[in-house]
Every structure is written in structure tokens, then in C-alpha cells.
């Protein structure tokens, strides 16, 4: 269902594939397009036209939250000292490598909803229909095979993108000095 072509929808190299997904909430329109390619790609069929007829019905490991003025749509962040992964009495919450998403062995986890009281974040979830623990996993089946979450490949507006972090933090630091840089040339704070 990617709205995109397949050659945008590429993970172009590993460090991409290995990256971080990024919002700009100024163009997030709520249209919950992400939601949609979220849930056909963690759904048997893989095609929408077919998803919907599955039982039970796929779900999103992503949702949109509104808040005052903006839109976002908001999935694990994957964090580094993972809090679901400490707390995790059966081990069923990890990660195969440093640079690899949280993910959760859905055969390990007892359901004892300890990893939805510490996310900071709130992005786990009791699938009750399946009766199992649901997050995002960065679409990892798609990384492999060269392709960028679904979230990320099916956003009309581009609002969520899939970068390498040290791109994220190299675009970050360039803001900072050109906002300096501007406060200085205004006057700056007296």
C-alpha cells in the first residue's frame, strides 16, 4: 500500500537502515496514513485489500496524538538504556545488537504488562484480541530487505522520515549556530 515509489522507499545504505525515525510535526497532517501501512505491514496478508478481512484484524504499533495546535505520530523510540528491557522478568523484551531495535518475543512475554508501566513514552501495548504485548519494531523485516518502515515509506506529507543518527545530529547542531548566529547578528540578550 506505499504511497511512495519503491526506489524513495529504500533503506539506501546500513547506517540508514540502522537509523532513528524523525517527525516534523509541522507537516504532519493527522491523516493516520501511518497507522494504516503500519498495521498492513504487521498483518498476515502484507496487502490492504486483504488485511482487513484477517481475524483479528491487524493492528498499529504507531498512533497519532493530538495535542493543542500539532499532530504527532508517536512508536518506540527504541531507547538506548530501555527501561521495558530492564524490567522484563522472562527476558522476552531485547535487542539482537546495540545498533538494533527493542523488540518483543511474543513466545517468552507472560503478559505481565510491567514494560507498559515504565515506557516513558507509552507506546506498548495489550493487544487484547491476540492477548500479546505489541510495540513497534522498526519494521525490521522490511530493513532487511533494503525497504524503510512502513510508517516512514507510506507518509503522503514526508513527516516521518528514517535517518542515520549521526545525519540527525549533524542537522541539529547546524540549527543551533545558525540560530545563534541570528540571535547574535539581532543583538542578542543584553
Not at 519503491?6 to 496514513?33: E, F, H, M, P, Y
Not at 531507547?79 to 531485547?94: E, F, G, R, W, Y
Not at 503478559?111 to 500479546?132: A, L, N, S, T
Not at 516512514?152 to 543551533?176: Q, W, Y
Amino acid at each position: 500500500m506505499a504511497t511512495k515509489s519503491k526506489s524513495k522507499s529504500r533503506a539506501k545504505s546500513k547506517s540508514q537502515r540502522t537509523g532513528v525515525i524523525v517527525i516534523d510535526v509541522q507537516k504532519c497532517l493527522a491523516c493516520k496514513t501511518c497507522e494504516l501501512e503500519c498495521a498492513v505491514a504487521h498483518s498476515q496478508a502484507k496487502a490492504l485489500v486483504d488485511a482487513v478481512g484477517e481475524s483479528p484484524r491487524p493492528t498499529a504499533r504507531v498512533s497519532v496524538v493530538g495535542a493543542e495546535d500539532f499532530s504527532f505520530p508517536l512508536q518506540c523510540r527504541h531507547c538506548v538504556d530501555a527501561p521495558c528491557i530492564k524490567i522484563c522478568p522472562t527476558k522476552a523484551i531485547a535487542r539482537l545488537g546495540d545498533d538494533q531495535p527493542v523488540l518483543i518475543d511474543q513466545d517468552k512475554c507472560i503478559g505481565c504488562k510491567w514494560c507498559i508501566m515504565v515506557c516513558p513514552f507509552g507506546v506498548i501495548e495489550m493487544d487484547d484480541k491476540r492477548r500479546v504485548l505489541i510495540k513497534c519494531d522498526l519494521c525490521c523485516d522490511r530493513l532487511e530487505e533494503g525497504e524503510l518502515p512502513a510508517c516512514v515509506a507510506g507518509c503522503p506529507t514526508h513527516a516521518i522520515e528514517f535517518k542515520p543518527l549521526a545525519e540527525v545530529v549533524a542537522s541539529r547542531k547546524k540549527k543551533a549556530v545558525v540560530s545563534f548566529m541570528e540571535e547574535m547578528k539581532g543583538g542578542g540578550s543584553k
